[in-house]
């Protein structure tokens, strides 16, 4: 079983910034892309940045220039560094990854974590 769990959520006001963190657990060989979703109230879920293995990016054109994903590969973590927040932020963020599990043959599943609040006020 893996166990992706996100952590860093909260109320601030527009402007500001917050880091969402997601630890990853559990029987892992290795993590390949992993990605930060988000979904509004009404709203469907939307992708907003992904990272592979190696380490490239890409970002929603919304969050481009005031959100930074990174990860650390040793601790099985991935971060999201979330700058100039806007009301439109406002969500519930979810850490995902393709994860290679242990076990032989390797297989790769998707995982999802619960989610944490981000609420940016005006």
């Known amino acids: 079983q893996v166990q992706l769990v996100e952590s860093g959520g909260g109320l601030v006001q527009a402007g500001g910034s917050l880091r969402l963190s997601c630890a990853a657990s559990?029987?892992?060989?290795?993590?390949?892309?992993m990605d930060w979703h988000r979904q509004a109230p009404g709203k469907q879920r939307e992708l907003v940045a992904a990272?592979?293995?190696?380490?490239?990016?890409n970002y929603a054109d919304s969050v481009k220039g005031r959100f930074t994903i990174s990860r650390d590969n040793a601790r099985n973590t991935m971060s999201l560094q979330m700058n100039s927040l806007k009301p439109e932020d406002t969500a519930v963020y979810y850490c995902?990854?393709?994860?290679?599990?242990?076990?032989?043959?390797?297989?790769?599943?998707?995982?999802w974590g619960q989610g944490t609040q981000v609420t940016v006020s005006s």
């Open positions: 995902s990854a393709d994860v290679v599990v242990r076990g032989w043959p390797p297989r790769n599943f998707d995982y």
């Open positions: 559990g029987s892992i060989l290795r993590l390949a892309a």
């Open positions: 990272i592979s293995n190696g380490d490239s990016t």
